[in-house]
């Protein structure tokens, strides 16, 4: 039985969200509207409006509406957290394209309530053997050549991998629901309403015939609300569900994907697909005030800033501000951008660049920073380091049994590549984008990036699934969208609970900042308080707004009151629980 359901709406920060949290900067004095954010996951739509007693034990919270209600069908239909999750991942393909589908890849932190142990799953996409170093010094490419960064699909490869490892379910029954989502239909959500009637996307409706025939019917955008199907996704799913990955990594599929990369300037060859496996790592963990914090390790360079926050502060120092507060917010963002310049000058990925990241998060280390760099009135700027990878889309899910899947896919930019193979359907991702060129490396001496074009290398990514436990047991769990933007948010939502106890919701509604890597030192979410710019103006930082915040942020939290979930209202996110 349900027992609730959020879905989140669209916050306009201007005229309603800060106001509102500035009128609870008082410790804990929440605003009517975030306390009925935060108790409408907990009520049942019962006669009279009462309360219900029925406690939650599993939740589900993504960006989308459909891929919730399919991951708590999963969980209804006797899966657990990890057959759930893949549904959902499946299904995010179709009704969110813009940011994740089986052109894509990902990273998977699991916790398995058995073992009381995390699993860390890379199957983030990597560079062809063939690779064109010397072509990603002059990006952009050209659209003729877009296919240029595209990389080896990983997505599949894991899901089918997590899946067979974890899962209850059989394979076929786990993925034949998301076939069904493509062939009988799924509305178009507000976000990616919006996505279609963006300057690009329109471009894109008249060059790629795969977007257009689906999400620009009679040349038109769709609109949110509006009913499409996508036949030949679903086609391929169906198959898929029948016979494995084999036909994608070994077979035709893969074969028209290599085909239609090939007629944009890509490097990917049948070779490529078939050598392809995911990687299982070791979970970044990091001890902070009695808590086990388990979150990406590199080739996630997001891991990395939540480890650098984490040891930088303890929870004595920041409890005495507020989270709205500029000298909270500009001591966060100080240990952020060290994290950034950490990750321009050491990380790539591992099996290919080696450097110490125990070393990088060494509590000496990090102390040294704070007392040498780290001020309350002094601010430090980066040099330009241009990241951006957009298109992403996190999914969280607990089962009653404890077990937790916190799963970050993506296809980089929005649509990727922006090219679709015809027959499958499937959108092919840009990837390789988030090498970094080597002028960018520059202003930090180095002669070469470590995350630069490599046959096989996989790309450094910000995407951050992050677990936290507490006497074996997961206490809270989140993950975020939105490019570099990823481990900026999720580190500001996981500092502010553990230090101040925000709720799910909560933390989804709260104002956010933006740790910039080139112009303004800092960027605000619309409608930020006169008092608050004025205030991190005397800290030294230049303030300047976002245009939107585009990264959503999925949380998930255990409490011996039950389990509470909430997904971001940025992007339109689903909650729900049982």
């Known amino acids: 039985m349900l027992a609730s359901r959020i879905v989140a709406h669209r916050i306009r920060f201007a005229s309603r969200v800060w106001p509102a949290f500035v009128g609870a900067l008082a410790p804990r004095a929440a605003s009517p509207a975030l306390g009925a954010l935060a108790t409408l996951g907990l009520l049942l739509a019962a006669p009279g409006g009462h309360a219900a007693p029925q406690v939650a034990r599993a939740a589900v919270a993504t960006e989308n509406a459909v891929a919730s209600r399919e991951a708590m069908s999963e969980l209804d239909a006797g899966g657990n957290a990890f057959d759930a999750v893949v549904r959902a991942a499946l299904v995010s393909g179709i009704v969110s394209p813009s940011s994740s589908g089986l052109g894509g890849g990902g990273f998977a932190l699991l916790w398995r309530a058995e073992t009381h ?91 790629d015939p795969g977007i257009s025939r689906v999400f620009f019917p009679g040349g038109k955008a769709a609109k949110a609300g509006a009913l499409l199907k996508n036949p030949a996704l679903g086609r391929t799913l169906r198959r898929l569900a029948n016979e494995g990955k084999t036909p994608y990594y070994e077979g035709d599929i893969g074969r028209e994907l290599v085909a239609t990369a090939n007629e944009k300037g890509g490097a990917l060859t049948a070779a490529d697909l078939a050598h392809y496996q995911p990687v299982r790592r070791t979970a970044l963990h990091v001890t902070w005030e009695g808590y086990d914090v388990y979150t990406m390790p590199p080739p996630s360079a997001g891991g990395l800033l939540v480890a650098e926050t984490l040891g930088t502060f303890s929870k004595t120092e920041l409890a005495r501000y507020t989270p709205g507060s500029g000298v909270y917010q500009h001591l966060l963002a100080e240990s952020m951008r060290g994290a950034l310049s950490d990750r321009l000058r ?233």
């Open 117 to 207: 142990e995390p699993y860390v799953l890379d199957f983030r996409e990597c560079a062809p053997a063939a690779v064109d170093a010397a072509a990603f010094e002059k990006r952009p490419f050209a659209p003729a050549e877009r296919a240029r960064a595209t990389g080896v699909p990983g997505e599949l490869a894991g899901l089918f991998q997590l899946q067979h490892d974890f899962g209850k379910r059989a394979w076929r029954d786990v993925v034949l629901p998301a076939a069904r989502v493509a062939e009988t239909g799924f509305p178009v959500s507000p976000h990616l309403g919006k996505v279609l009637t963006s300057a690009w996307a329109m471009g894109v409706g008249a060059t």
């Open 346 to 578: 050491f990380v790539g990925d591992p099996d290919f660049q080696k450097f110490d990241v125990a070393a990088l998060i060494e509590p000496a280390r990090l102390a040294r920073r704070k007392a040498q760099l780290i001020s309350s009135e002094r601010t430090h700027t980066l040099p330009r380091f241009d990241d951006d990878e957009h298109g992403t889309h996190h999914l969280l899910v607990i089962d009653q049994a404890g077990n937790v899947a916190s799963l970050t896919t993506t296809v980089n930019n929005a649509f990727g590549a922006k090219i679709t193979a015809p027959t499958s359907g499937i959108v092919l991702n840009d990837e390789l984008d988030d090498f970094t060129r080597q002028k960018d490396v520059v202003p930090f001496g180095l002669s070469e990036s470590p995350n630069r074009p490599r046959p096989g290398a996989r790309p450094v990514s910000s995407m951050t699934p992050t677990v936290v436990v507490k006497d074996g047991k997961v206490v809270f769990a989140l993950g975020g969208s939105g490019g570099q933007l990823i481990a900026t948010n999720v580190a500001q939502l996981l500092m502010t609970h553990l230090v101040f106890g925000l709720s799910p919701s909560e933390l989804v509604a709260l104002p956010r900042f933006q740790v910039p890597t080139s112009g303004p030192t800092l960027r605000l979410e619309a409608g930020a308080p006169r008092a608050l710019i004025d205030d991190l103006t005397w800290r030294g930082e230049v303030v300047a707004e976002m245009p939107e915040n585009p990264s959503a942020v999925q949380v998930i939290a255990v409490t011996e009151a039950g389990v509470s979930a909430a997904a971001d209202p940025r992007k339109h996110g689903s909650a729900l629980s049982k």
